[in-house]
T-cell receptor, first 113, second 113 residues
Framework: GAGVSQSPSNKVTEKGKDVELRCDPI?????LYWYRQSLGQGLEFLIYFQGNSAPDKSGLPSDRFSAERTGGSVSTLTIQRTQQEDSAVYLC???????????FGPGTRLTVL | ELKVEQNPLFLSMQEGKNYTIYCNYS?????LYWYRQDPGKSLESLFV?????AVKQEGRLMASLDTKARLSTLHITAAVHDLSATYFC?????????????FGKGTKLTVNP
């Protein structure tokens, strides 16, 4: 079946611009996660959505980062006023329920010039 | 703060040899994952280890978990070139109704003919 999809696959932007990254989880998966992978910091948790519960935003690095999940499915991660240190691969994952294997999408490579 | 330490971070080995990758973590958890990442690709789930003493095997890879020692190992038997990749361990952390994975820095494995 279809896996987690993310778009765009690559995004190049100028410092100070806003960007939106999209994630389509596996159909029927109730949990959705965002992670960031960078050379310096490795893989870091950003945010967790589970069903209709309030998201866990504890991993968001600053208030320039926000995310939403509409209709319990698609999620968008928004970064406002991008900075060069935001350059990384942003990975989305979904799982069928709480505490089960997370399946990762291909990621969006963000480059901030 | 939870720390997940993998060693070695880089591993170059010859085909046919055996080796073990170690993953130590600093807090209690009853669930640990191993993922594989090929260059430019996303994370592929290899194993989920759910209890103390759990052992899982798939082909030339075998993973184990000792929750008392807070240690997981990934053992490679008779390595082949196709196993060249970066391997991550990840500890599942629950807090309230949330969960996240905390990753090690990864072990980059190169298997030479």
């Amino acid at each position: 079946g279809a896996g987690v999809s993310q778009s765009p696959s690559n995004k190049v932007t100028e410092k100070g611009k806003d960007v939106e990254l999209r994630c389509d989880p596996i159909s029927g998966h109730t949990a959705l996660y965002w992670y960031r992978q960078s050379l310096g910091q490795g893989l870091e948790f950003l945010i967790y959505f589970q069903g209709n519960s309030a998201p866990d935003k504890s991993g968001l690095p600053s208030d320039r980062f926000s995310a939403e999940r509409t209709g319990g499915s698609v999620s968008t991660l928004t970064i406002q006023r991008t900075q060069q240190e935001d350059s990384a691969v942003y990975l989305c994952a979904s799982s069928p329920q709480w505490r089960s294997t997370q399946y990762f999408g291909p990621g969006t490579r963000l480059t901030v010039l | 703060e939870l720390k997940v330490e993998q060693n070695p971070l880089f591993l170059s080995m010859q085909e046919g040899k055996n080796y073990t990758i170690y993953c130590n973590y600093s807090t209690t958890s009853d669930r640990l994952y191993w993922y594989r990442q090929d260059p430019g690709k996303s994370l592929e789930s290899l194993f989920v280890l759910l209890s103390n003493g759990a052992v899982k095997q798939e082909g030339r890879l075998m993973a184990s978990l000792d929750t008392k020692a807070r240690l997981s190992t990934l053992h490679i038997t008779a390595a082949v070139h196709d196993l060249s990749a970066t391997y991550f361990c990840a500890v599942d952390i629950r807090k309230g109704g949330s969960e996240k994975l905390v990753f090690g820095k990864g072990t980059k494995l190169t298997v030479n003919p």
